[in-house]
């Protein structure tokens, strides 16, 4: 079945640091990628996404490319903020998979800004 | 303005009790979606509905019960509470599209409830 691995962690970094969080995945067909972000207290908030080979999803300074090749879609930002502190997950969706009714989410990883 | 709402926010109830948490967005979309998060924040479906139509029930015990009265709401009841449903439950919503209503459409996400079984 479809799975998505993003890295363990908590990851605390200080203010304007490079980030990265890695994500790989295993899917059936050929799936749409995201990633989602939770802020303390909320629901979740899709932050980019990417739905073919090559495509690169941005937002607030955030990006990810689609690999096709190693199956990735690893978040990168290169000055994190305080307000950029939360919980950020990978998910797939894929439609030839027969999944394209729900995501299917990595475990989350907490990121921690400090001033 | 809020896009998708549930209620409680908060529930606290005891063991082998029956409860129901609401869900209503304000959206127009077609599909919507419950999801459970324990308390290492790990997220996994347990049932989406499309035009009032159970699409998934990802092996969720039959003491979850949907009910989706119209396309705007999808409620969730559970009978005989138990201490590992203990979770955060999201609501989420999205438009059905071409190629499935997630390929093309964000899923937009409720605030959640927090379910704490004694």
């Known amino acids: 079945g479809d799975s998505v691995t993003q890295m363990e962690g908590p990851v605390t970094l200080s203010e304007e640091a490079f980030l990265t969080i890695n994500c790989t995945y295993t899917a059936t067909g050929y799936p749409s990628l995201f990633w989602y972000v939770q802020y303390p207290g909320e629901g979740l908030q899709l932050l980019l996404k990417a739905t073919k080979a090559d495509d690169k999803g941005s937002n607030k300074g955030f990006e990810a490319t689609y690999r096709k090749e190693t199956t990735s879609f690893h978040l990168e930002k290169g000055s994190v903020q305080v307000s950029d502190s939360a919980v950020y997950f990978c998910?797939?969706?894929?439609?030839?998979?027969?999944?394209?009714?729900?995501?299917?989410f990595g475990k989350g990883t907490l990121l921690t800004v400090n001033p | 303005d809020t896009a998708v709402s549930q209620t409680p926010k908060y529930l606290v109830t005891q063991m082998g009790n029956d409860k129901s948490i609401k869900c209503e967005q304000n959206l127009g979309h077609d599909t919507m979606y419950w999801y459970k998060q324990d308390s290492k924040k790990f997220l996994k479906i347990m049932f989406s509905y499309n035009n009032k139509e159970l699409i998934i029930n990802e092996t969720v015990p039959n003491r979850f019960s949907p009910k989706s009265p119209d396309k705007a709401h999808l409620n969730l009841h559970i009978n005989s509470l138990e201490l590992g449903d203990s979770a955060v439950y999201f609501c989420?919503?999205?438009?059905?599209?071409?190629?499935?209503?997630?390929?093309?459409?964000?899923?937009?996400f409720g605030p959640g409830t927090r379910l704490t079984v004694t």
């Open positions: 998910a797939l969706s894929d439609p030839l998979g027969g999944s394209n009714y729900k995501l299917t």
């Open positions: 989420a919503s999205s438009q059905e599209g071409q190629g499935g209503p997630i390929s093309n459409y964000e899923q937009y």
